[in-house]
């Protein structure tokens, strides 16, 4: 049996015990315990965030969003808008506007500039049919290019966004300046 002495020791070495459980209950439990969220608050967060997200525009990495964002693309007289994706071209795109750039058609299909390979950062690179309008970046050359007529072709190209139309104007022209300007 233990004695008066012996007893009052383990009586505290429990509480002592309890209440670290206790404590770590609550960090955990309170958010302060790391990346741990409970269902309900990811949901509350969600959906007041995505409200308060759509109009700021900043996206997952704290940076502005430029999805939907307006450019305006002239070439002689002609003018054409294209709506912008939102990933790292994009965005490093948008931070160099407005800008002429001196394109090169090639191809019968594609209006080209070459900033050189590693000219733009990309993500989220896609291997697929591109649509006439489509602007991409080819990261091999570092190609920042309009395309404007279809061939079939499949290559591995980050998308930047897309001309609804008036690329037509680009199939019977040689190497032209062309510029480009945000939408505001």
């Known amino acids: 049996m233990l ?12 509480k002592s015990i309890i209440l670290a459980i ?3 209950l609550i960090f955990i439990v309170s958010g302060c315990g790391g990346n741990s969220t409970s269902a309900e608050e990811k949901s509350n967060t969600s959906q007041s965030g995505m409200a308060e997200n759509k ?3 900043v996206n997952k990495e704290g940076e502005h969003s430029v999805k939907g964002t307006k450019v305006k ?6 003018q054409m808008v294209a709506t912008l994706e939102d990933n790292a071209a994009s965005r490093a795109l948008v931070k160099k506007l407005p800008m002429t750039l001196p394109m090169q058609n090639l191809y019968s299909r594609e209006m080209c500039y070459r900033y050189g390979a590693g000219g733009l950062p990309t993500e989220k690179l896609r291997s697929d049919c591109y649509e006439i309008g489509d602007i991409i970046y080819w990261p091999p050359r570092g190609s920042f290019v309009i395309l404007y007529s279809q061939n079939g072709e499949q290559f591995e190209r980050q998308q930047i966004g897309h001309i ?19 939408i505001k």
Request: charged share 30%; aromatic share 12%.
């Open 3 to 14: 004695d008066c002495d012996e007893w009052k020791g383990w009586d505290f070495m429990k």
């Open 22 to 24: 206790v404590m770590m």
């Open 55 to 57: 109009a700021a525009k």
């Open 73 to 78: 693309i002239t070439v002689g007289d002609h």
């Open 164 to 182: 609804d139309q008036g690329v037509e104007v680009f199939n019977k022209m040689g190497d032209t300046n062309v510029t480009f300007e945000l």
